[in-house]
């Protein structure tokens, strides 16, 4: 049992030592955080249920856009549209639900010369919420294989597709929100249904919102990426798509020397990337109640590699796993969160969060020098010490 | 340059060879490919060191311990490849790493100024702000030997430098080179290419196996006195020759197929089931490009290919594959294997839909199994069919490569370079395996570079030579002069 451990461990050295790592922060904030009196484990306000639920509610956003990025960082290509993706989705989604006077890009509002907007903005028809899920889930999808064919097929430059899409999305949800926030308020639809799915919790949805119980801390974000990472990790990990995405990512050539279609295969990662990023733009969309398409989902996209990178996927392709992109998320969400529990400004959470992943990746690619260097400092200390004695 | 030894790992690359060159003289060396010719090339450039032996430059003895030595003592290298940057303008080229500065800045001027007479001495007519990409590549290498005399270079080596040239771009570098001569600038001059070096070779220098094999002199240079000296050896014939009464099937017929590298070639041969036919030719004749195109990964210019009668897809390796023609290319590790997957995972990687569940879910012990019967069929030397295939030896990795294939069912298999960097145990396996497959119908198309292995395996030899097929020889005409004298570009003398 116990040799079985350490052979799991040392086959998954990367996800051992952040896993590692995600621990030693959650005790250091469970115990810096303790106050007399509050109502969480520990009297940690880390560990409140209000707290806990909060956390969870992130990773699951997060976990899910990340996933989609990690699958396409594997095939070695990068997915820098993801923020910018959300926001566009999040003003079309609630422009789907809203009537079309109330849309803040209609030409009651809009004082612009440029006529496309205002059409465009009357012509987007209202539907029903459940469609308009279906129609952000299918566009997502429809942005992903897009830039995926221009990777995978016309083998453009992976960096300069979705960097082209990081401006061209963020810059067309502006244009259609004629640069305002646009409301969920502003729907005539009853949403409490959509509002319990998207930002409520698994009790919520299993009880009814009166009942109270350990599963309302659970919430329905956090449902949804467990869900989506197991099928992920058996596509990933255990289906033979999911072993072409690694050879394509290791070796392109080798594998379209095995006869494998390896445009294909990548073109499809970014499709997989481009239908997670819809799932997730939909709760962070009925959570915040509103976007702001300049800033809604801003550095999504850096946040995602960054988790990734966290959890073992190598920018070089043909490394990664679905375990280690939800260790590196989670560590993002945590280190913010510790950030505003210990009451540090605020303004410095990315600081902070940049800092702790370059710790983690020098350590994890230099760490057994770094550690050995430190020994030797001590055994030569304590060797000088005896001497003297 | 005298008594000069230079060992790789495992290979005695140059052992006593001895070469003099004349201020002004154009020497040409020739050989076969594997001779040592651009090991000796790299060692009096700098590249290499030698183990032994001494170079002497006027009479005092040197050494050459890096190419910027190289080039301080007066020698310049015009590699096959081309080393200019096509983003930059011509005089940029010539003075690249050496550029004129004025107040920490680039003097363009005398850049300019140095480097028009330079250009007219080689005849360009040229501006030298012209870009480099929009000149053929025999201007380009042009801009090569004008840089090497920017460095007031009295040897110029040029290393097969009329490989991707034409001909009229071909008869202006000759040109170019008895204009150097006259101007007492020595030239060391390789190429495959006799009729050139009859051309304008003041003497010729041949190595065979790492080993000064004869010279001749101006008068003495003819086509079959150089090749005489090239080949020379004694070959072993091989014990596994083919069973005759085993009757052949029709196997693969390529038809009239023409590549991208040589547009204008069409190739016409077939490879019968049961039979391991040979391809020689030396290197840059076409061949691999013929296999990647037959195999798919490349595009087709024209023409078709049969298997057992039935037309295959140009065009698509997955098409070729499914069909049963194979390729275990050139470059194992580019090419071959991932090498970063374990032998399981690289056996199974083209045959993953017969090792899956309906919902395309892998099933790992079937697919383990799969790769241990093929490492004991292939007997791989390994502890497991986990172990990752970068720790496996050269030999192990090319069985691995065939056992993907040998996993299938091949109808053929293209062997690109078999046994390149294989130490010689290994090496009699790998014919052993191909003999046998041959036994079982298989059709082995063999590519090598190895004249030996050439004339030992096959029951059947085609040359090729610059994208076309010189010619075909059947097992009682084996000879390697009849295979370097087509490969050189001759014609086929039939055997009367």
Same mark, same amino acid.
């Given at each position: 049992?116990?040799?079985?451990f350490v052979q799991l461990t040392k086959q998954h050295r990367r996800e051992t030592g952040m896993l590692g790592l995600l621990l030693v922060l959650i005790l250091i904030t469970t115990f810096r955080t303790t106050d007399e009196g509050v109502d969480g484990l520990f009297n940690s306000r880390f560990l409140t249920a209000d707290n806990i639920k909060n956390v969870t509610r992130q990773i699951g956003i997060y976990g899910i856009f990340s996933i989609?990025?990690?699958?396409?960082?594997?095939?070695?290509?990068?997915?820098?549209?993801?923020?910018?993706?959300?926001?566009?989705?999040? =003003?079309?989604?609630?422009?789907?639900?809203?009537?079309?006077?109330? $849309?803040?890009?209609?030409?009651?509002?809009?004082?612009?010369?440029?006529?496309?907007?205002?059409?465009?903005?009357?012509?987007?028809?209202?539907?029903?919420?459940?469609?308009?899920?279906?129609?952000?889930?299918?566009?997502?999808?429809?942005?992903?294989?897009?830039?995926?064919?221009?990777?995978?097929?016309?083998?453009?430059?992976?960096?300069?597709?979705?960097?082209?899409?990081?401006?061209?999305?963020?810059?067309?949800? $502006?244009?259609?929100?004629?640069?305002?926030?646009?409301?969920?308020?502003?729907?005539?639809?009853?949403?409490?249904?959509?509002?319990?799915?998207?930002?409520?919790?698994?009790?919520?949805?299993?009880?009814?919102?009166?009942?109270?119980?350990?599963?309302?801390?659970?919430?329905?974000?956090?449902?949804?990426?467990?869900?989506?990472?197991?099928?992920?990790?058996?596509?990933?990990?255990?289906?033979?798509?999911? $072993?072409?995405?690694?050879?394509?990512?290791?070796?392109?050539?080798?594998?379209?020397?095995?006869?494998?279609?390896?445009?294909? =295969?990548?073109?499809?990662?970014?499709?997989?990337?481009?239908?997670?990023?819809?799932?997730?733009?939909?709760?962070?969309?009925?959570?915040?109640?509103?976007?702001?398409?300049?800033?809604?989902?801003?550095?999504?996209?850096?946040?995602?590699?960054?988790?990734?990178?966290?959890?073992?996927?190598?920018?070089?392709?043909?490394?990664?796993?679905?375990?280690?992109?939800?260790?590196?998320?989670?560590?993002?969400?945590?280190?913010?969160?510790? =950030?505003?529990?210990?009451?540090?400004?605020?303004?410095?959470?990315?600081?902070?969060?940049?800092?702790?992943?370059?710790?983690?990746?020098?350590?994890?690619?230099?760490?057994?020098?770094?550690?050995?260097?430190?020994?030797?400092?001590?055994?030569?200390?304590?060797?000088?010490?005896?001497?003297?004695? | 340059?005298?008594?000069?030894?230079?060992?790789?790992?495992?290979?005695?690359?140059?052992?006593?060879?001895?070469?003099?060159?004349?201020?002004?003289?154009?020497?040409?060396?020739? %050989?076969?490919?594997?001779?040592?010719?651009?090991?000796?090339?790299?060692?009096?450039?700098?590249?290499?060191?030698?183990?032994?032996?001494?170079?002497?430059?006027? %009479?005092?003895?040197?050494?050459?311990?890096?190419?910027?030595?190289?080039?301080?003592?007066?020698?310049?290298?015009?590699?096959?490849?081309?080393?200019?940057?096509?983003?930059?303008?011509?005089?940029?080229?010539?003075?690249?790493?050496?550029?004129?500065?004025?107040?920490?800045?680039?003097?363009?001027?005398?850049?300019?100024?140095?480097?028009?007479?330079?250009?007219?001495?080689?005849?360009?007519?040229?501006?030298?702000?012209?870009?480099?990409?929009?000149?053929?590549?025999?201007?380009?290498?042009?801009?090569?030997?004008?840089? !090497?005399?920017?460095?007031?270079?009295?040897?110029?080596?040029?290393?097969?430098?009329?490989?991707?040239?034409?001909?009229?771009?071909?008869?202006r570098l000759l040109e170019v080179i008895n204009d150097l001569r006259e101007e007492g600038i020595s030239v060391i001059y390789i190429s495959h290419r006799l009729g050139e070096v009859r051309q304008c070779a003041d003497r010729v220098v041949v190595l065979r196996d790492g080993k000064n094999a004869g010279e001749l002199q101006r008068g003495e240079i003819e086509h079959d006195a150089m090749v005489s000296l090239m080949v020379g050896r004694e070959?072993?014939?091989?014990?596994?020759?083919?069973?005759?009464?085993?009757?052949?099937?029709?196997?693969?017929?390529?038809?009239?197929?023409?590549?991208?590298?040589?547009?204008?070639?069409?190739?016409?041969?077939?490879?019968?089931?049961?039979?391991?036919?040979?391809? !020689?030719?030396?290197?840059?004749?076409?061949?691999?490009?013929?296999?990647?195109?037959?195999? %798919?990964?490349?595009?087709?210019?024209?023409?078709?290919?049969?298997?057992? %009668?039935?037309?295959?897809?140009?065009?698509?390796?997955?098409?070729?594959?499914?069909?049963?023609?194979?390729?275990?290319?050139?470059?194992?590790?580019?090419?071959?294997?991932?090498?970063?997957?374990?032998?399981?995972?690289?056996?199974?990687?083209?045959?993953?839909?017969?090792?899956?569940?309906?919902?395309?879910?892998?099933?790992?012990?079937?697919?383990?199994?799969?790769?241990?019967?093929?490492?004991?069929?292939?007997?791989?030397?390994?502890?497991?069919?986990?172990?990752?295939?970068?720790?496996?030896?050269?030999?192990?990795?090319?069985?691995?490569?065939?056992?993907?294939?040998?996993?299938?069912?091949?109808?053929?298999?293209?062997?690109?370079?078999?046994?390149?960097?294989?130490?010689?145990? !290994?090496?009699?396996?790998?014919?052993?395996?191909?003999?046998?497959?041959?036994?079982?119908?298989?059709?082995?198309?063999?590519?090598?570079?190895?004249?030996?292995?050439?004339?030992?395996?096959?029951?059947?030899?085609?040359?090729?030579?610059?994208?076309?097929?010189?010619?075909?020889?059947?097992?009682?005409?084996?000879?390697?002069?009849?295979?370097?004298?087509?490969?050189?570009?001759?014609?086929?003398?039939?055997?009367?």
């Amino acid at each position: 049992m116990i040799r079985q451990f350490v052979q799991l461990t040392k086959q998954h050295r990367r996800e051992t030592g952040m896993l590692g790592l995600l621990l030693v922060l959650i005790l250091i904030t469970t115990f810096r955080t303790t106050d007399e009196g509050v109502d969480g484990l520990f009297n940690s306000r880390f560990l409140t249920a209000d707290n806990i639920k909060n956390v969870t509610r992130q990773i699951g956003i997060y976990g899910i856009f990340s996933i989609g990025v990690g699958i396409v960082i594997i095939t070695a290509g990068i997915d820098l549209s993801v923020g910018s993706l959300m926001a566009l989705l999040g =003003v079309i989604f609630l422009y789907l639900v809203t009537p079309a006077e109330t $849309r803040p890009g209609h030409a009651k509002y809009s004082e612009t010369e440029f006529e496309l907007q205002p059409w465009l903005v009357h012509h987007i028809p209202e539907v029903s919420w459940p469609t308009a899920v279906l129609v952000i889930l299918i566009i997502g999808t429809l942005i992903g294989l897009m830039q995926g064919m221009l990777v995978g097929k016309l083998k453009l430059q992976a960096f300069v597709v979705t960097l082209c899409g990081l401006l061209s999305y963020r810059g067309i949800s $502006r244009f259609l929100a004629n640069d305002t926030t646009v409301n969920v308020g502003d729907t005539q639809q009853d949403l409490t249904l959509a509002k319990t799915l998207g930002d409520g919790s698994l009790g919520d949805v299993l009880f009814g919102k009166l009942n109270k119980g350990i599963l309302h801390s659970v919430p329905m974000t956090f449902v949804y990426l467990v869900a989506i990472a197991i099928i992920a990790h058996i596509i990933l990990h255990r289906s033979v798509f999911g $072993r072409y995405i690694f050879a394509a990512g290791r070796n392109e050539l080798a594998t379209k020397y095995s006869g494998i279609n390896t445009g294909l =295969v990548i073109a499809f990662a970014y499709l997989i990337a481009g239908f997670c990023t819809a799932f997730a733009a939909i709760p962070q969309c009925i959570y915040s109640g509103s976007v702001q398409p300049s800033t809604h989902g801003a550095f999504f996209e850096l946040y995602a590699i960054a988790a990734a990178v966290l959890g073992g996927c190598s920018l070089r392709g043909g490394e990664g796993s679905i375990l280690g992109i939800l260790i590196g998320t989670t560590i993002l969400i945590v280190l913010r969160n510790m =950030v505003n529990l210990l009451g540090y400004p605020t303004a410095l959470s990315d600081a902070i969060t940049g800092g702790v992943i370059f710790v983690g990746v020098l350590f994890d690619q230099h760490g057994a020098s770094i550690i050995n260097r430190f020994v030797g400092h001590i055994n030569r200390l304590f060797g000088k010490k005896n001497k003297a004695a | 340059m005298r008594g000069i030894h230079k060992r790789f790992p495992g290979v005695h690359a140059l052992s006593d060879v001895d070469l003099e060159i004349a201020a002004g003289e154009v020497v040409a060396i020739i %050989g076969e490919n594997g001779a040592g010719k651009s090991t000796l090339m790299n060692i009096l450039g700098g590249v290499h060191q030698p183990n032994s032996g001494t170079i002497e430059i006027s %009479g005092t003895a040197t050494k050459i311990r890096s190419v910027s030595e190289a080039d301080a003592h007066g020698i310049g290298f015009v590699h096959q490849e081309l080393n200019v940057l096509d983003n930059l303008d011509v005089g940029a080229n010539v003075f690249l790493g050496r550029e004129p500065r004025r107040f920490g800045l680039i003097n363009r001027r005398k850049i300019a100024a140095d480097t028009t007479p330079l250009l007219a001495r080689l005849g360009l007519e040229i501006p030298p702000e012209t870009p480099l990409s929009e000149l053929s590549i025999g201007q380009q290498q042009m801009i090569e030997i004008a840089k !090497a005399l920017s460095k007031q270079a009295r040897i110029i080596i040029m290393d097969e430098p009329t490989s991707s040239l034409t001909l009229t771009e071909t008869e202006r570098l000759l040109e170019v080179i008895n204009d150097l001569r006259e101007e007492g600038i020595s030239v060391i001059y390789i190429s495959h290419r006799l009729g050139e070096v009859r051309q304008c070779a003041d003497r010729v220098v041949v190595l065979r196996d790492g080993k000064n094999a004869g010279e001749l002199q101006r008068g003495e240079i003819e086509h079959d006195a150089m090749v005489s000296l090239m080949v020379g050896r004694e070959l072993k014939r091989s014990a596994h020759e083919r069973n005759e009464q085993e009757a052949l099937t029709d196997g693969l017929s390529i038809i009239n197929l023409r590549t991208t590298t040589y547009p204008d070639c069409e190739v016409n041969f077939q490879v019968k089931g049961g039979e391991i036919l040979g391809m !020689a030719g030396l290197v840059g004749a076409g061949r691999s490009e013929l296999a990647q195109t037959v195999f %798919g990964v490349d595009p087709a210019m024209g023409g078709s290919i049969t298997l057992e %009668g039935l037309p295959i897809q140009l065009g698509s390796a997955r098409e070729s594959i499914r069909s049963g023609i194979y390729l275990a290319p050139e470059d194992r590790k580019k090419t071959g294997l991932i090498l970063e997957f374990d032998i399981s995972q690289n056996i199974s990687l083209a045959s993953l839909k017969d090792h899956c569940s309906r919902l395309a879910i892998i099933n790992r012990s079937s697919e383990r199994n799969e790769a241990q019967r093929q490492v004991d069929a292939l007997k791989i030397k390994t502890p497991s069919t986990a172990t990752t295939a970068m720790n496996l030896s050269g030999g192990n990795q090319q069985k691995v490569v065939l056992g993907k294939w040998l996993s299938m069912s091949p109808k053929v298999i293209i062997f690109d370079e078999p046994t390149r960097g294989i130490d010689v145990g !290994a090496k009699a396996e790998i014919y052993k395996l191909m003999r046998a497959l041959a036994d079982e119908g298989v059709a082995i198309w063999m590519i090598s570079s190895d004249m030996e292995e050439v004339l030992g395996i096959s029951d059947r030899i085609v040359v090729m030579h610059e994208g076309r097929i010189t010619g075909e020889l059947e097992h009682v005409e084996f000879s390697e002069e009849a295979v370097m004298h087509l490969a050189v570009g001759g014609r086929q003398v039939n055997a009367a």
